[in-house]
């Protein structure tokens, strides 16, 4: 018997079985029929394994039934996205810089990109201080604002730099007292703070493919050559202290 055949005979054998077993409960829970009763027949037929077999056929049949469109989640997205989880490393052929846009709401609708971008590099103003590498543009690369919107894109320089905006507000709530607030301050009762999170996924694709190709090489050359520097800089630390800990061993010999 082919297989096609077996499928549809365990299918129909089945489909009458639990049937029946729908017009019994039906039929009988109004005088007394035991639940208890109805669920161990219920369970004894589930646990068939040619019941299995049949759900697992009827479920691979679906999904390679012809003439019906792929889901919405398996279309392809405009950008090939290889993130399978936070901060995949860009790289020179990436589509885009990964992780390094930031989606800001509650900024003052009268504000100005110029405002918002003195507002948001306090950020980055003593990033000397702990060792993070200074950049030309103190890490905000562009400010992606619509005059009357409360609402923003920033373009960080690089996934550490989008990580420590966010720590600082995080750390620090402030909201614009007036559009030219540079400064932002304590928010008062009913005043909502600045919020801020990473655009990742299908959101983060749809707003980079917005963007002309000239601008996403520059910001992933960016973004490449940031990371490599930070990755010399590391080597350079582990070597220092690599050489302390010989010097060290050393003395107390």
Request: with cysteine; glycine share 6%.
């Amino acid at each position: 018997m082919a297989r096609g055949q077996i499928i549809g005979t365990l299918h129909e054998r089945c489909t009458k079985l639990l049937g029946g077993f729908e017009q019994v409960a039906k039929r009988r829970s109004p005088h007394g029929f035991r639940l208890s009763m109805l669920v161990s027949e219920y369970l004894s037929i589930y646990q068939q394994p040619w019941y299995r077999m049949c759900r697992s056929a009827r479920a691979e049949t679906a999904i390679q039934r012809p003439g019906q469109g792929a889901p919405e989640d398996n279309k392809p997205d405009a950008f090939p996205h290889p993130k399978s989880q936070m901060q995949t490393k860009t790289t020179p052929s990436s589509p885009y810089p990964f992780d390094c846009l930031v989606f800001v709401r509650n900024v003052h609708s009268g504000t100005n990109k110029t405002t918002l971008k003195s507002l948001f590099g306090q950020a980055f103003q003593d990033q000397d201080q702990d060792g993070t590498r200074p950049t030309p543009t103190m890490g905000l690369d562009y400010v992606d604002f619509t005059k009357g919107m409360d609402t923003c894109y920033l373009r960080l320089a690089s996934p550490a730099h989008a990580m420590r905006l966010l720590t600082y507000f995080d750390a620090r709530p402030k909201t614009q007292a007036h559009g030219l607030d540079a400064t932002g301050r304590t928010p008062l009762n009913g005043d909502k703070p600045i919020a801020m999170e990473i655009v990742q996924g299908k959101k983060e694709d749809v707003y980079w493919e917005k963007v002309p190709e000239k601008v996403r090489r520059q910001a992933v050359d960016r973004v490449v050559q940031s990371q490599l520097a930070n990755d010399s800089e590391v080597e350079r630390c582990n070597e220092t202290s690599g050489s302390r800990r010989k010097k060290r061993t050393r003395d107390s010999e």
